[in-house]
């Protein structure tokens, strides 16, 4: 854990000298090239696992003349046998690499056919000039290595940077894949923690991309957390927030079921409460997935810090080892509470979620935060339950509001996203929701910003 710190005060320290929208809409370099060829699967699995956690373009290797079976048979003078007996045998690829140029970094995955790759990889390799790219080979196998197929890849892109390749066998994890990409230098496309705003998503330590806007349920009846999950996603949001304690898991995963969008795309948070789930963390864990009833839960925090939380913590350490959880996180920790529970767990969390609004922006904890290399994400954007009036009414983000011709809403929300700060603002009105999703029209300024900055009380409106 020493070392997740130390490396990810490094990280933050990069991400603190610009910010996120600065990040956002600097140009592409170094993009990632994930090319695989597979004909059972399983380096196709292994290829996405890469992508994903890159955030890198995947191309798969077709053949114009695809492998039968009886092709791949085995010492029975097939097709693949008679390839791999001759070096000069190179099979067409259906398509090609759409712009190979703007690749700096090419990991290219294959099976091991007779201690070889097969003569389709040869193929790939030839048909580009690879000058200057880095390339990453890793092989699939169920009993030979990597052996001499990586070197004898070299010739065909001669200019190229060839890293030491790797073998993996059936079954390799998305985790595995991550730790050997994190050995061999290999970063996200995406800065970790920097918003895109292209896409609305941000790359999460987890090697998990997260939607930077969505909807908070706390408050929600099981009705009302149906149709409002419902409404979000059919407006093309994608980040759903809820908790043990909210009571509406189950609408929440009742609405992903039935919305009809792959469940890839959706990302749901949820939460353990402090007390029996906090002492029973794997009973919580095993009721959150049954309840919710999507597969996996793309993220799991804690509430708030209790008694056992670092127990509960590990615990959904073990699930993230399972693929129960994807990702890990925190809620109402600050500065002192995450300097003394970060050293006693393993997995850095990917998130910390507190409450912020114009009237308490705690700009000292989430530079901070942002500094490990953590995304923080704001809860009670519009000041929470009593105050939202006052704060939408508030003169200063009214009049910005009517300079851009947006909502109070809007500008507030927007002012989070340009701090680096996830939204999930909570509603219950279709047409808040969209509206809420509706802030990349526009941009504050910097004074714009600077005069909301001016508005903090340091005005707590909740406990934790």
Partial sequence: MKRALTAALLLGLCLSLASPAAAAASPDSGKTLVAYFSCTGTTQTLAEYAADILGADLYEIVPAEPYTDADL?????????????????????????????QYDTVLLGYPIWHGQAPRIISTFLESYDLS??????????????????????????????????????????????????????????APIGAFDFEKRTVMLNSGY????????????????CYNSVTALLQAGGRLIDTAYMYGNEAAVGRAVRDSGVPREEIFVITKLYPGPQYAAPEQAIQEALDKLDIGYIDMMLLHHPGKN????????????????????????????ELEQFLPQVDIMPALVQNEIHPYYQENDVIPYIQSLGIVVQGWYPFGGRGYTAQLLGNETISAIAADHGVSSAQVILRWDLQKGVVVIPGSSDPDHIRENLDLFGFALTEDEMARINALDRGEKHDWY
């Fill in 73 to 101: 048979a085995y010492y029975t003078g097939g097709r693949a046998d008679r390839e791999q007996n001759d070096p000069s045998v190179r099979p067409a690829i259906t398509d090609s690499v759409e712009d190979m140029g």
């Fill in 132 to 189: 200057g790219k880095t390339i990453l080979p890793f092989c699939t196998s169920h009993s030979s290595g990597i052996g001499s197929s990586d070197d004898d890849l070299h010739p065909l892109a001669p200019d190229a940077d060839w890293l030491d390749g790797t073998r993996f066998a059936a079954g390799t994890t998305r985790e595995e894949i991550a730790a050997w990409l994190d050995e061999r230098g290999i970063s996200p496309d």
């Fill in 309 to 336: 939380d670092v127990k509960a913590y590990k615990a959904m350490e073990q699930a993230v080892s399972e693929g129960k959880i994807h990702s890990l996180g925190l809620s109402n920790w600050y500065v002192e």
């Fill in 209 to 224: 991309e997260m939607p930077i806007l969505g909807l908070g349920t706390y408050s929600l009846s099981d009705e009302e």
